[in-house]
Structures are given as C-alpha cells and as structure tokens.
C-alpha cells in the first residue's frame, strides 16, 4: 500500500466522508445526498426538501441550491469557476498533504483535464478538444452510430435474457469514443474497465479500496493513452483529430493524456446512464412508449426529458473568484457552491409536474443535465445522436421488451444510472435504423 497514496484519500475522501455521514445524521440534506455513495437512494425527496428551504441553502462546508434558476446562474457566471482538489479551502495542511501526493496519473477530474480548470487554460484545451465536435465529424460520426446500432440490436437477438448495459448500452458509446481518440477496437474492454474504476472519483467520500482501485485504472489508462500517441508520433498514421493533436506539441503529453482520458471516462459513462435511464423510464411508463410508436417524431424531445427526468450527472460545483451576491446572500470569495443538476431538472417553478414523465413537454430542453455556461459538455450533440439512435432503434425492433426483475442501479452519487438491466426481448420486428 501507498502509503502517499492513502494519505491522499485520507484528505479528499476520508476525512469528508466521516463529516457528511455526521452531517447526514441531522439531517442535513448535502450530508444526506453526499453520504449516500455505495447505496443507491431515491435523491429526488431529498432535492425536494433542501429546495424547499429556500433557492441557496448553506451548509458547513459548502453553499447548496436545487433551484433551477440559481444553478443556471452560476453555470454561466465568470464570477465563478471551478477548483481542483488541492485547490479547495482547506485546513492548510491538507492542502499541503495533496500538493505531495499527487500520483501523477492523468486524473479526468483533476488538472490539467479541462472539466477541473478555468480559463485561460480551459479556453485552450476546448478549443483543440472541439476540433475532434465540429458539425462535420459530428455528421460522420452519425453514420458510425447508425451502422453500430444495427450491429448491437441485431446481436441482443442470441441472448434469451441480456443484461441491456454490458450488451448494449454500454457497447454503443465506447466504440465511439474510442475511434474520436484514436484507439484501436480491441481497446474497448479495457476502455470500460477504466471508465467503471474511475467513475466513483466524481463522489466525495468513497472507500479507501475503491479510490486505490480507481487510481490504479487511472495509472493503466495513462500508460495505454502515451503509448498510443507515442506510435504516433513515431510516424504511425494518425486518422482522428485528437489524435493528430499527440504530433504538432500543441498540448504536453500529460495535458494529452488527461484530456483523453476525460473523454473516454464523459464520453461513455453519461451516455450509458442516458441509453439505460431512458430503456427503464420507457418501459416503465407504457404510455408514453405507445405514444412514441404512433408519433416517431417525438423521439428526440423524448430524449431530452430523459435527460431532464433521470440526469446522467447529479450534480457539479463551482467556486467563487470574488465575493458575490445570490439569491440574497453573498457568497465569499473561496466559498464553493454545490450544484445539484437533478434537482435543479424537477424544480416545479421550471417544470410542470416535474416528478411525471413526459416525452411530450415542451420545455424539457431547458435542463441542466449537460450542464451550462463555458463548461458545458462538449460532446451533447454526439450523446443526444446516439441515445435517440439507440433508443428508438432498440423499441422498434423489440416492442415487446420489458424488464425481467428489479434493475440493479449503481451505487454512485453523481453518476446516475443501472449497473444491469435484465429484459425479455421478446419477437423481433425488423426496423430501420434511423
């Protein structure tokens, strides 16, 4: 064991996990949300109740807001950015502590990753990542959806019973984001091992194993990642825009390495949680699948209240550059405030019957389920092509799937979504993808 290593989860973790539990305890509701990683609770009572003690609720370590237009606010406001852990206020010497422990690794939620800096440094790195998201490559990856998804609906017809995540929801995006960065087919096992071991360093406060397991996928991830862009650079061809990036000395091969590994860990694990969120929604809620069968030209706006009903993240946070005045109270410069997406998606002052499922509201556009502001997702337009393509594909050619048991969610916070999701398939009606 590290002992380096422990310390640091001892002071991003440890420590705040023994703290929210306690918070938990009296019911504070961020202590009750944060607390709850490793079980898998309904966090929508608790978003209720911290939104009805008014717009931006303080805690002891954190301001709190569910409220819609608050998060909005602060997603676009220049007066607020985001902080890397070692940045945080904290007690000095955790600081210090986290400062020597780096492990070195390319870390998606840690710099140079650009989720985790501001500007002028975020400014840059986006502008090179975008080159791998403009329209075009946005339309030829279109294509490659389309072919990808024929595949993996006509391969669920020899399981009698597929677990939906690990033969299909989870298939579907990985391929994808593997040919953006330029990895080969055979990475895309390793690509979701990586993307399971790392997503639980979104949470605060999770167990000592999982982060050394999570640090340990980062350190594989980061060895494969150089390895690749240094055949590149040796002159190996070079056939995606992010690749080519590892040739012109335009980003240094650690900001290579953690910007890729941010989108392979965002590039498929919110698209996972989209795709198995909107099969469990869908098949819950008959209706409105029959209403989709008779209006196909619904299906993106059912997609978007998807997104608003079951947000693939939870929450995010920023930090304020300077002190500022919200929602009647003045937040300090430092002071950081916790963001909760999936609240902010059911505020009833934005959505009528926030807690009903609708594919036919109209405002459902207006989540915050890909974020807002110079932060906001980059890859949404390839997320809403493929859970529109997926999901619609996967109803017509099996009308009759439903759910064989109770679907197992992860035990995660901020990422929201099924570990499995066993159905009965049903017959098989042949349907174009579209």
């Known amino acids: 064991m590290s002992i380096g290593l422990w310390a640091r989860w001892v002071a991003l973790h440890g420590i705040p996990r023994a703290f929210m539990t306690q918070r938990a305890s009296r019911g504070d509701p961020l202590g009750q949300?944060?607390?709850?990683?490793?079980?898998?609770?309904?966090?929508?009572?608790?978003?209720?109740?911290?939104?009805?003690?008014?717009?931006?609720?303080?805690?002891?370590?954190?301001?709190?807001?569910?409220?819609?237009g608050v998060c909005r606010e602060l997603l676009r406001d220049r007066n607020f950015g985001v902080t890397a852990p070692a940045d945080m206020d904290l007690p000095r010497p955790l600081r210090a502590l986290l400062a020597r422990t780096d492990p070195g690794v390319a870390n998606p939620v840690e710099p140079p990753a650009m989720v985790i800096v501001n500007p002028p440094d975020h400014t840059r790195y986006r502008q090179l990542v975008a080159q791998s998201f403009t329209p075009r490559a946005i339309e030829t990856l279109r294509e490659r959806v389309n072919e990808l998804t024929t595949e993996l609906v006509d391969g669920l017809a020899a399981h009698d019973r597929p677990d939906l995540i690990a033969d299909f929801?989870?298939?579907?995006?990985?391929?994808?984001?593997?040919?953006i960065i330029g990895l080969p087919s055979d990475s895309h096992a390793q690509l979701l091992q990586w993307g399971r071991c790392g997503a639980p360093l979104l949470d605060v406060g999770i167990g000592w194993r999982t982060y050394r397991n999570a640090i340990n996928g980062l350190r594989d991830i980061d060895g494969y990642i150089n390895e690749r862009f240094r055949q590149i650079r040796a002159g190996e061809a070079s056939e995606t825009a992010f690749s080519r990036l590892a040739t012109d000395d335009s980003l240094t091969p650690r900001e290579l390495a953690a910007n890729?590994?941010?989108?392979?860990?965002?590039?498929?694990?919110?698209?996972v949680n989209?795709?198995?969120?909107?099969?469990?929604?869908?098949?819950?809620?008959?209706?409105?699948?029959?209403?989709?069968r008779a209006e196909p030209d619904l299906w993106p706006g059912a997609v978007e209240e998807i997104l608003r009903y079951e947000s693939p993240v939870q929450m995010t946070a920023r930090t304020a550059l300077r002190d500022v005045e919200i929602a009647g109270h003045r937040v300090r410069e430092g002071e950081m405030v916790v963001l909760l997406l999936g609240g902010a998606n059911r505020d009833p002052?934005?959505?009528?019957?926030?807690?009903?499922?609708?594919?036919?509201?109209?405002?459902?556009?207006?989540?915050?389920?890909?974020?807002?502001?110079?932060?906001?997702?980059?890859?949404?337009?390839?997320?809403?092509?493929?859970?529109?393509?997926?999901?619609?594909?996967?109803?017509?050619?099996?009308?009759?799937?439903?759910?064989?048991?109770?679907?197992?969610?992860?035990?995660?916070?901020?990422?929201?979504?099924?570990?499995?999701?066993?159905?009965?398939?049903g017959s098989r009606h042949d349907a174009a993808v579209h």
């Open 349 to 425: 002052n934005v959505f009528t019957d926030p807690d009903t499922f609708d594919i036919g509201r109209v405002n459902a556009r207006d989540h915050l389920a890909f974020a807002s502001g110079i932060h906001a997702c980059i890859g949404a337009a390839l997320a809403r092509i493929e859970g529109t393509t997926a999901l619609r594909a996967l109803f017509e050619a099996y009308p009759d799937l439903s759910l064989a048991g109770e679907p197992q969610r992860r035990g995660l916070v901020n990422l929201f979504g099924y570990e499995r999701l066993p159905v009965r398939l």
């Open 169 to 179: 929801a989870a298939e579907l995006p990985v391929a994808i984001i593997a040919e």
């Open 260 to 271: 890729g590994a941010l989108l392979v860990g965002a590039g498929f694990e919110t698209t």
């Open 33 to 68: 949300i944060i607390a709850s990683h490793g079980r898998a609770i309904d966090p929508y009572p608790v978003y209720a109740n911290l939104r009805s003690r008014g717009p931006l609720v303080r805690s002891p370590f954190a301001w709190a807001s569910a409220d819609h």
């Open 274 to 292: 989209l795709i198995g969120n909107g099969i469990v929604a869908l098949s819950r809620h008959p209706e409105q699948l029959a209403r989709l």
